[in-house]
């Protein structure tokens, strides 16, 4: 083929390309949750839709694809057309499950190298959550118990993010533990207040309402800074357990996204976590402070915390 023509082909495949993204969005998005209704991640994602759509120009429609922990939803975002449509919020979870896959022999169902960061909207560390009328009043009875006796805790899914807090306490402390996961934060909350589990390692937003009515106990957390909705809560660190977590909100793409419409979303991420209606929301409502990364920090904070994530699930081991 003429060497004009093909490089006529190229320049004209370009600028469809340019085309396409400045005319982005023609069409609603879809914001993936790959939890049920109910958790933390639910509870961000859906007031930064409302507001992501007013600054867009389209709707952008949460939509909850649960199943193994997450990992279900976060495929489905992995496999989706790289042209903005389809974007994701995730937890922690997203480094740690490709990881876990392979430690048990199974075929991950994604690659965390096929996502494109957006914006971190939330961060906060775990607490542990007990039923108020549970016999423990400290998280040192409650640590003492679980090296005599076994306790029960539920969680968002295996090697989940709540699975990895609670099993690294476990681990460190030399509790003996028997894991319940199920399809979302939400459950899981549900499932403890239904006295089908006896502790949870959970966001401080998800617990701030039961805690408020008086109906759980909050022990301790997993951060090393004093939690916002609970400066007066000690750390695990400070009761000397050397674990740490962050329980994070992030947005992604499908990795390919044109540059232009990552640069829009993140413009639409911005806008939406400024936003009063949504800070009122998110930190009043929810109880969970906005601790928003654009792009460029976003993605070298991820960097770091994948690897934590991952060493984590390698200390944990194998799960039957």
């Known amino acids: 083929m003429n060497p004009c023509v ?33 958790g933390v991640t639910d509870a961000v994602a859906r007031p930064v839709a409302e507001a992501m759509g007013r600054k867009l120009g389209q709707p952008v429609v949460v939509e909850n694809k649960v199943g193994s922990g997450g990992a279900v939803g976060i495929a489905h975002t992995a496999r989706a057309k790289p042209d903005g449509y389809t974007i994701l919020m995730s937890l922690p979870a997203i480094s740690s499950m490709p990881t876990a896959d392979k430690l048990i022999g199974r075929q991950p169902m994604y690659q965390v190298d096929q996502f494109a960061p957006i914006a971190r909207i939330t961060a906060d560390p775990a607490v542990l959550a007990v039923r108020s009328d549970s016999p423990w009043k400290t998280a040192q009875e409650f640590i003492a118990y679980a090296r005599k006796e076994q306790i029960t805790y539920g969680s968002s899914g295996v090697y989940g993010t709540l699975h990895m807090y609670m099993a690294s306490l476990a681990n460190t402390a030399g509790m003996k533990t028997l894991h319940v996961p199920y399809g979302g934060a939400g459950p899981a909350m549900v499932a403890l207040m239904g006295r089908q589990i006896q502790a949870l390692a959970v966001s401080p937003g998800s617990a701030k309402q039961h805690v408020d009515s008086g109906a759980l106990r909050l022990l301790a957390h997993w951060g090393s800074e004093p939690v916002e909705a609970f400066p007066k809560l000690p750390s695990l660190k400070s009761l000397g357990y050397n674990v740490e977590f962050y329980q994070w909100s992030g947005l992604f793409a499908p990795a390919g996204t044109p540059p232009a419409v990552l640069e829009k979303l993140g413009a639409a991420v911005k806008f939406a976590v400024e936003d009063a209606r949504v800070q009122k929301v998110i930190e009043e409502g929810a109880g969970l402070p906005i601790k928003y990364l654009n792009t460029s920090d976003f993605t070298k904070f991820w960097k770091e915390d994948a690897e934590g994530q991952i060493q984590a699930v390698q200390r944990i081991g194998k799960v039957d």
């Open 6 to 38: 093909i490089a006529a082909a190229i320049a004209a495949g370009c600028a469809a390309g340019t085309a396409q993204a400045q005319q982005w969005p023609a069409r609603p998005i879809t914001m993936i949750v790959p939890f049920a209704p109910g």
